[in-house]
């Protein structure tokens, strides 16, 4: 079980060590993280990458998506080929314009009615039972409607 902390970013930085700048702010300047196919499960605190921009968590073994409410300023979420089996907790990512989802289990598309300026949304391939559909919740096809 690998947990996505500070501690895993630092390890994964190419963040090199000066010494006007700390990690810490490093990690209040960075736009974009890469920490894809790194074998993680879930998403922890990183509240310190205020200016994060786009977030590539694909091809890992992410089950839920959470802890992302810091994230406000994300534009891009990479989450495609994880074991996603619902789609929650992006009520706070309100810049959120392209959200990749497809490889997952997710069997109801839900829970966007509050992601204000999603213009793209990638679903494809997912991993249902045998003879089930994927589902659109009628909240969330109007708000995609839109976009």
Known sequence: ??????DLIAK???HKNRSEEDFGQYLQKITHMNLSDKNIDSIGELSFCKNL???????NQINQIQN???????THLYLQNNRISSI??????????????GGNYITVVEGLDKVGE??????ESQHLPLGEKLLFDPVSLNSLAVS
């Open 118 to 123: 999603l213009r793209e949304l990638h679903i």
């Open 53 to 59: 921009r786009v977030l590539y968590l694909y091809d």
């Open 68 to 74: 992302l409410d810091f994230a406000s300023n994300i």
């Open 12 to 14: 994964n930085a190419s």
């Open 88 to 101: 929650e907790n992006l009520s706070s990512l309100k810049k959120l314009e392209k959200l990749y989802l």
């Open 1 to 6: 079980m690998v947990r996505l902390t500070m």
